[in-house]
């Protein structure tokens, strides 16, 4: 079976831009969440839907956002791009919240 | 508020040998549910052991184990004839609605 599937791999963006990323979880899982990994830093928690509905939401900032879809793929949303929003970004899916599993992540740098 | 403290940046270990990797949590919740990851330098984060709360057993994975001590509400990784493939960053995390993650630990492993 296909793992958690995640794109673009790496992404490129600059100060004040928006960028999109998005997940395909493993079949048959029905949530869907986010993580933030700065460089050297372990994964924070950014959001977890599970069947379409938002069931947390971590420390972000109103420019992040994020959507699940009926085919229970993800897409995370960030606005007015920072700095400080480089990172990896990690999707996980999971069949109910509990044990997760990771795609390969999206390497975002803001310039 | 959750939170997870690795208290080991850095571990290392010979071939073959023994290494254990400390983790603390806090929770004021009574179930929820422990893992460890492991992240190797391609960066896909993968399970390595899973823990739920209400268990008292200790988890076993083959050559990983686990020691669990709720009251203590410590989780310690065994990883027993280590392997040049266990050289990695370790992660531990408490999921309780959502995963919260430790700052890791980097385990290096000596031919």
């Known amino acids: 079976d296909a793992g958690v599937t995640q794109s673009p791999t790496h992404l490129i963006k600059t100060r004040g831009q928006h960028v999109t990323l998005r997940c395909s979880p493993i079949?048959?899982?029905?949530?869907v969440s986010w993580y933030q990994q700065v460089l050297g830093q372990g994964p924070q928690f950014i959001f977890q839907?599970?069947?379409?509905?938002?069931?947390g939401r971590g420390n972000f900032p109103d420019r992040f956002s994020a959507r699940q879809f009926p085919n229970y793929s993800s897409e995370l949303n960030v606005n007015a791009l920072l700095l400080g929003d480089s990172a990896l970004y990690l999707c996980?899916?999971?069949?109910?919240?509990?044990?997760?599993?990771f795609g390969p992540g999206t390497r975002l740098t803001v310039t | 508020a959750q939170t997870v403290t690795q208290s080991q940046p850095e571990m290392s270990v010979q071939e073959a040998e023994t290494v254990t990797l400390s983790c603390t949590y806090d929770?004021?919740?009574?179930?929820?549910?422990l893992f460890w990851y492991k992240q190797p330098p391609s960066r896909q984060m993968i399970l390595v052991i899973r823990q739920e709360a209400y268990k008292q057993q200790n988890a076993t994975e083959n050559r990983f184990s686990v020691n669990f001590q709720k009251a203590a509400k410590s989780f310690s990784l065994k990883i027993s004839d280590s392997q040049l493939g266990d050289a990695a960053m370790y992660f531990c995390?408490?999921?309780?609605?959502?995963?919260?993650f430790g700052a890791g630990t980097r385990l290096t492993v000596k031919p």
């Open positions: 079949s048959g899982h029905k949530s």
């Open positions: 996980a899916s999971s069949k109910q919240g509990w044990e997760q599993y």
């Open positions: 839907y599970y069947e379409k509905e938002e069931r």
């Open positions: 929770t004021s919740e009574s179930d929820y549910y």
């Open positions: 995390a408490l999921n309780n609605n959502d995963m919260r």
